[in-house]
């Protein structure tokens, strides 16, 4: 079987709530796709639809509750600790929203970490995160640390450590918000770079335009439901 036809995620009437003191907030009230390995997938919607909880759950970051999403056919409600510990390390590349890069190290270092992590030797290490701030334009900034560079010098050092991992996914939290359309524009072209030369799967939430327009697939949040998965016979809507 190709690749391609690998089914990479498959949700399955995801519920998930916060509790905040006493109030129950309903982030995700049901949610049902899939989304298969080489797919380059924009997850739309307002503001506190819950694109950032759905990518967290994608991303192993927060616990399932209700539901269930399979990852290459794993429940993530059977994984143990140490299982998804290997998944973040080596399948999954996480874009955070605030970035979260390591505030100490340099650029260059926040990258290499990643990648001592994953077990790469020293020479492998340096190569993939010059070529990775190469790519984003900030070989010159390797020795800065984070405070010392604007905002969207920031996201593209983030861009540039999840890119250098190269992981099986990618999961990004508006990854051109702090950046400008030209910017934005070459970034997305790196994403897609990645998703022809290695087949990496791209998932990223984004209200712009631009952004939506390089994914050929589109999952439409509402409210915690999924009201739209564009592209295809995978479709499962679930519009209450
Ligand atoms: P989006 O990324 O689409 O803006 P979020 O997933 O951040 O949406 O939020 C979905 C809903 O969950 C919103 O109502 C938001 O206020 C709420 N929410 C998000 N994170 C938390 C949290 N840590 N604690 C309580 N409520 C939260
Ligand atoms: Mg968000």
Redesign the pocket.
């Known amino acids: 079987m190709s690749q391609s036809n690998q089914i990479l995620y498959d949700a399955d009437k995801v519920h998930f709530q916060y509790q905040l003191g006493h109030q129950r907030i309903e982030a995700l009230r049901e949610v049902t796709f899939q989304i298969k390995a080489g797919d380059l997938v924009c997850l739309s919607g307002p503001?506190g639809s819950g694109?950032?909880t759905l990518l967290n759950l994608l991303g192993l970051i927060e616990p399932m509750q209700t539901g269930n999403i399979f990852f290459q056919g794993h429940s993530l409600k059977k994984l143990n600790e140490n299982q998804k510990n290997q998944l973040r390390k080596f399948e999954l590349g996480f874009i955070f929203?605030h970035f979260h890069l390591f505030p100490v190290l340099t650029a260059e270092e926040n990258i290499e970490y990643f990648l001592f992590r994953q077990g790469l030797p020293k020479k492998e290490r340096v190569l993939r995160a010059k070529k990775s701030l190469e790519s984003v334009g900030l070989w010159s900034h390797r020795h800065k640390k984070p405070l010392e560079m604007s905002g969207g010098q920031r996201q593209r050092i983030a861009i540039a450590r999840a890119l250098a991992k190269h992981p099986k996914v990618i999961l990004a939290?508006?990854p051109t918000a702090s950046l400008d359309q030209k910017t934005g524009a070459e970034i997305m072209s790196l994403f897609l770079q990645a998703n022809q030369e290695r087949g990496t799967t791209l998932i990223v939430?984004s209200h712009d335009p631009m952004v939506v327009n390089y994914c050929k697939n589109k999952i439409n949040l509402r409210d915690g439901l999924t009201v739209v998965q564009q592209e295809s016979h995978h479709v499962s809507t679930s519009c209450h």
């Open positions: 503001s694109k950032s929203q939290d508006e939430s």
